[in-house]
Structures are given as structure tokens and as C-alpha cells.
């Protein structure tokens, strides 16, 4: 990304008395992608967006967007000035304003046609064409926050901040909304950050994923190697179950009980990560080298809690694979392609 476009966070440090909300962040993202900051709860993910947002004062570091210095070395432009938009949890709908006008309420020419013409346009991007005089209270939750989203998308920012905007639907309208959502940002071209504390969203969402620890970003990458090479122990557990299995280095190899993964940088990782879906269970043979301990029935899936020697490893198959507790097993490692 060049410093021209997208927006740039170098080095926020932010104190609230003696506590260090957010230490030394460092964060580019680019016009059209969606970055997702995860993290537990207190983590510094909201802080952050509030940050960037204009509605804390920055007190150490800077804030770039599109090139321009809005936060830091004694600057700080006033919220409603910043080309930043922002949609929470809570929807803030006005209660009386039905759905265009919701939309038309922070447009400076609110009144002109072509505003109306580009409100009409919004929510029909995000599917809502046929709602656009509806009252709020006559909306779903998926649909209220679609229109949350129109009426920030309406003042053009380059910058999006959704704090956890999808987390209070329902299972079923929670990835509808949140690719609807998504998509009309991809295509606006706007440099969008998401911030989940749900793994399953960082990975199906993102293009890159910031794990966010005691203020810290403590690894960043797209969302398939963050997942299969977590860059500590923290990292790794952000996005489930996670197995530690020893190793020795033979030759470029990782070599393991279990089987062997390739050295993948010049020196050795620390802890070999491996995920419970990527280890193979097969039963039979003269050779098992684990027995099955306990058996858990996930929504998709099965999970096995598995037994070798002093080592106790999770396994999660399809649920076709059935096999009783106690029955000998052999685990190996897939092979994962390098990504």
C-alpha cells in the first residue's frame, strides 16, 4: 500500500490512567480490504476504533488517511470532519425517520435530489429496495443494520470502523447480513476494519486478520496462515483448539511421532501448532500408536480427545468416521500445502 491511499496507524500508544489500553499498534489497510481485528474482550480492538474514529484524543502515535495526517504530532480533526465511518452493535437508528431518511440524515444536501437518488442507490446495493419508507421497528435486526450501514456509507468515507456490528443477529442472518455488508464495501473501495472477538467471522471474512492481545497486535497475516501457523501460543489458542506437538530437526524436516512437516523459514518454530482437523485418524493394522479417550458430537463434526504415551491430542473428523472410546488407533499429520 502506498502512503497515499488507504489508512495508516504507526506506533498508538494509549493510556486510560495507569492502564495501557492499546501499546505500540502499527496497522496499514488498504482501499477495498477488509482487515479484522481479533481478540478477546479488553483486548484494545474497541479502543483502537474509537481512536481512529476521533472519539478518543490520540496521546502517542499517528493517524493517516489517504495520505493525510488526522491524529498525532498535534493534530487531531474533530470526528465529524474525518472521512470515517462507523457502525456498532447497536444500530442508533432515529426512531421516527423511516429508512431513506435515516440515510439522508447525514448527507450534506440531504434534500437534493441527487442525495435521495444515492440513498436509494445504497440500500438497494444492500438489498433493501423494497424497504426504503419502512419504520424501523418494522425492520429485522439484519435488516436495521443494513440500514446503519447505507447511512454511513452515505457521507463517501474512505475509512469503514465496525465494531462488532453482526454479533447481536441471529446465527441464521448473521453471514447473510455480514456479506451483503461486506460486498458493498469490497466494491465502494473502502478500507475497512472489523472487529470480532469470533474466529469463524475473522476466517470467513477477512482478507487479512490482526490478532489483538493486552493492547498488542501480536501477529498479523491472511486468515488461512494465521490459522495454520500461529505465531504463539496465544495466537494459536485466538481460534480454538490447537494441539503442541514436540519435534526435532532433521534436514529441513520437522520430524514428529506422528509424521513430519517441512521447515518452512530458516529457523525453527518454537511450537508446532498442528489443528485437530489436520491429523488423521485410521483404525486397524498391526501398528496403533494412540487410543481413542473420549468422543464429543460437534454440529458438523466429530471430536476426539486421543491418547499417546504422555501426550493427549484433539481430533475432529467428519461425523461418517465413528469410532467407540477406547479403540486403538493410528494418528499421523496431513500434509498441508504451503500457503
Do not use: W
Request: hydrophobic share 35%.
Amino acid at each position: 500500500m502506498t502512503k497515499s491511499t488507504g489508512i495508516q496507524v504507526d506506533r498508538i500508544t494509549h493510556r486510560f490512567g495507569s492502564f495501557e489500553a492499546v501499546s505500540d499498534v502499527s496497522l496499514e489497510v488498504a482501499p477495498g480490504e477488509i482487515h479484522c481485528l481479533l481478540g478477546a474482550s479488553g483486548s484494545g480492538k474497541s479502543t483502537l476504533l474509537r481512536i481512529i474514529a476521533g472519539l478518543e484524543r490520540l496521546q502517542q502515535g499517528t493517524v493517516t488517511v489517504n495520505g493525510e495526517l488526522i491524529s498525532g504530532n498535534g493534530t487531531h480533526q474533530p470526528a465529524e470532519q474525518r472521512s470515517v465511518g462507523m457502525v456498532f452493535q447497536d444500530y442508533a437508528l432515529f426512531p421516527h425517520l423511516t429508512a431513506i431518511k435515516n440515510v439522508l440524515f447525514g448527507m450534506p444536501n440531504r434534500r437534493s435530489a441527487e442525495s435521495r437518488a444515492k440513498a436509494e442507490q445504497l440500500l438497494s446495493d444492500i438489498g433493501l429496495a423494497a424497504n426504503i419508507h419502512s419504520m424501523p421497528h418494522t425492520l429485522s435486526g439484519g435488516e436495521q443494520q443494513r440500514v446503519a450501514l447505507a447511512r454511513a456509507l452515505a457521507r463517501t468515507p474512505s475509512v469503514m470502523l465496525l465494531d462488532e456490528p453482526f454479533s447481536g443477529l441471529d446465527v441464521q442472518l448473521r453471514s447473510g447480513v455480514r456479506n451483503a455488508a461486506l460486498k458493498v464495501l469490497r466494491s465502494a473501495n473502502v478500507a475497512t476494519i472489523l472487529v470480532t472477538h469470533d474466529p469463524v467471522e475473522a476466517v470467513s471474512s477477512a482478507d487479512r486478520v490482526s490478532v489483538m492481545s493486552n493492547g498488542r497486535i501480536i501477529q498479523t497475516d491472511t486468515p488461512d496462515r494465521i490459522y495454520r501457523h500461529p505465531a504463539d501460543e496465544t495466537s494459536a489458542n485466538t481460534f480454538g483448539l490447537v494441539n503442541q506437538i514436540p519435534f526435532e530437526v532433521r534436514d529441513r524436516e520437522l520430524i514428529t511421532r506422528f509424521g513430519t512437516r517441512s521447515l518452512e523459514n530458516e529457523s525453527p518454530p518454537e511450537t508446532l501448532f498442528v489443528r485437530p482437523e489436520d491429523i488423521e485418524l485410521s483404525i486397524g493394522g498391526d501398528d496403533p500408536n494412540a487410543h481413542i479417550e473420549s468422543v464429543t458430537h460437534e454440529a458438523m463434526t466429530t471430536l476426539y480427545r486421543v491418547k499417546s504415551n504422555d501426550s493427549e491430542l484433539y481430533v475432529r473428523t467428519l461425523p461418517s468416521q465413528k469410532i467407540p472410546v477406547e479403540k486403538p488407533v493410528r494418528i499421523t499429520l496431513r500434509t498441508i500445502e504451503r500457503g
